[in-house]
């Protein structure tokens, strides 16, 4: 395919950008105004006010850190969106900095889309994203055009950009309304990028472009077409080499596919996120050698993006609220980011994902409770009033007898709680909401492996906020996601043995402080 790749990027603004950043600014501020913080994060990324969606153009850039997510300034549901933006210079305190992209160009009107940044050859930023407007001008009910923009920054503080304008135009013909999010990388002296799309046969492609100079732009092939004919999309894809410990590397392709049906206990969620992993060479398809697994076995997972710091590759995920009722729209704001997780390929042939070293320096005390037994049905309250902790704990799974035994967060004093349990009858870790005061219900179950089972011991890493919690099971082997809506007063957590008697072998609490965005 040829024709829709121009030799230079082609700028067409309708309205002046500052304009659109300063509106939203205020569109900011005025949701701030009147939230309510009663699920709001303390130690989660989220905005001010508004909603926010997918993670973008995470980057370690000169100094800092920098997170920047899809949003939405004016309201608490999707709507048009923009690019805020956090930093931090330790991944442990976070400020906030200006809004930096807003719809100011033709080809982006109604949105600015994901996108991701890299660092070029000469040290210097560049930031892709997909620029969004409606086929009919109006609504989606005509489908959207979407395209692939380029920016850069103005200064090494990120606090504003300059767009370029359109890079990669849409060949409709081939395209089924859906292209998008774009991911870079350099392997050997060429430029890669991949990005999102529904083939003109409604079919979820990733396709492959190639680049000199990062600005122009060739369309080689299709990297990745999904094997089922239900999945339309691969939204937020990912791609990226891993070593395992031996120095052995494989390529990482990730996305979040739709239309995907559930089965069994995968593909519970709306659209589900995953990975496959396998080999590439350059200019060739992606090559599969497992299937697709699940990054989060969670209520609340999707869009990962992921990173290469120099050492680790790090992926944030969206804790998305796909599912009504959605309680957290009444409160000014609307979704957050998962904690940074390191990615790392284990000697099982598998990805372990795990909260990077830099959130132990949120830990503010540590309470020991050292081994604790319970009895057939019994129950032990390891903390009165849990706003924002971690819990460490190792289960004896050979001297438990119990069907199922964990943790009740979030447990008022109506009854309510969101409850973290070992399931001996499935041999899977899941978190229950069939106790939840408000929100969604339902369970998700993280599996375990016929050697985990078989080692005598359960891992859990515990990571309770306001408003949600997220899972690490055996070392990050599995993770899982969920909001979790506590009701009005103290949040205690209790230990719990269902059906059977609990032996935990050691068990740590550790309050957590704010990174510093409330």
Not at 121 to 128: A, H, Q, S, V
Not at 402 to 429: M, N
Request: glycine content about 10%; some cysteine; charged content about 25%.
């Amino acid at each position: 395919m040829t024709g829709f790749t121009p030799d230079a990027p082609v700028l067409n603004e309708f309205t002046n950008h500052g304009e659109e950043l300063a509106k939203a600014e205020a569109g900011v501020a005025a949701m701030f105004a009147k939230r309510n913080n009663r699920w709001y994060p303390k130690f989660h990324i989220a905005s001010n006010g508004g909603w926010i969606n997918d993670p973008n153009g995470l980057c370690y850039y000169k100094g800092r850190w920098h997170v920047f997510y899809q949003l939405h300034p004016y309201g608490t549901q999707w709507g048009p969106m923009h690019w805020g933006h956090v930093s931090s210079t330790d991944m442990v305190n976070w400020k906030r900095e200006p809004v930096m992209f807003a719809p100011s160009l033709e080809q982006e009107k109604n949105g600015v889309f994901s996108g991701s940044a890299v660092i070029g050859d000469d040290g210097e930023l560049k930031f892709y994203y997909t620029g969004h407007r409606w086929a009919n001008g109006v609504d989606n009910t005509g489908g959207d055009w979407q395209v692939q923009m380029l920016a850069e920054p103005d200064n090494d503080e990120l606090t504003s950009a300059t767009k370029r304008g359109m890079i990669i135009d849409c060949p409709t013909d081939q395209v089924d309304h859906h292209y998008r999010d774009p991911k870079v990388w350099k392997t050997g002296d060429k430029w890669y990028m991949t990005f999102g799309v529904s083939s003109a046969e409604k079919r979820g492609q990733m396709w492959l472009f190639s680049s000199d100079d990062m600005v122009r732009w060739t369309y080689e092939r299709v990297l990745f077409e999904h094997p089922d004919p239900n999945v339309f999309m691969l939204e937020c894809p990912d791609f990226f080499p891993i070593r395992d410990a031996e120095g052995n590397e494989k390529w990482v392709i990730g996305f979040s596919a739709m239309g995907a049906k559930p089965s069994g206990f995968m593909n519970r969620n709306v659209n589900n996120a995953g990975y496959m992993i396998g080999t590439w060479t350059p200019g060739e398809a992606f090559q599969p050698e497992t299937e697709f697994r699940l990054w989060d076995w969670g209520h609340n997972y999707y869009a990962p993006q992921s990173f290469n710091d120099g050492k680790r590759q790090i992926v944030y995920g969206w804790m998305s609220p796909f599912v009504e009722p959605i309680p957290m729209q009444d409160d000014g704001w609307c979704g957050d980011l998962t904690l940074p997780r390191e990615i790392t390929l284990g000697a099982d042939g598998d990805l372990h994902t795990a909260p990077v070293a830099e959130m132990e320096g949120l830990r503010e005390d540590t309470f020991d409770h050292g081994a604790i037994s319970l009895g057939v049905n019994g129950e032990k309250t390891i903390s009165d009033d849990a706003e924002a902790v971690e819990i460490e704990m190792t289960i004896d799974l050979n001297a438990s007898t119990a069907e199922r035994a964990g943790l009740k967060i979030h447990a008022t004093e109506d009854g309510a709680y969101t409850y973290v349990a070992f399931d001996a009858q499935i041999g899977r870790v899941v978190i229950d909401r069939q106790a939840a005061a408000q929100g969604d219900r339902g369970y998700r179950a993280a599996p375990l492996s016929d050697e985990e089972l078989a080692s005598g011991e359960l891992k859990l890493r515990v990571y309770v906020d306001r408003g949600c919690v997220e899972v690490y099971v055996n070392d990050g082997r599995q993770a899982m996601s969920s909001f979790s809506y506590a009701s009005e007063g103290p949040r205690a957590i209790k230990l719990v043995a269902e059906s059977g008697t609990l032996e935990v072998k050691s068990l740590k609490l550790h309050h957590m402080k704010s990174i510093g965005l409330e």
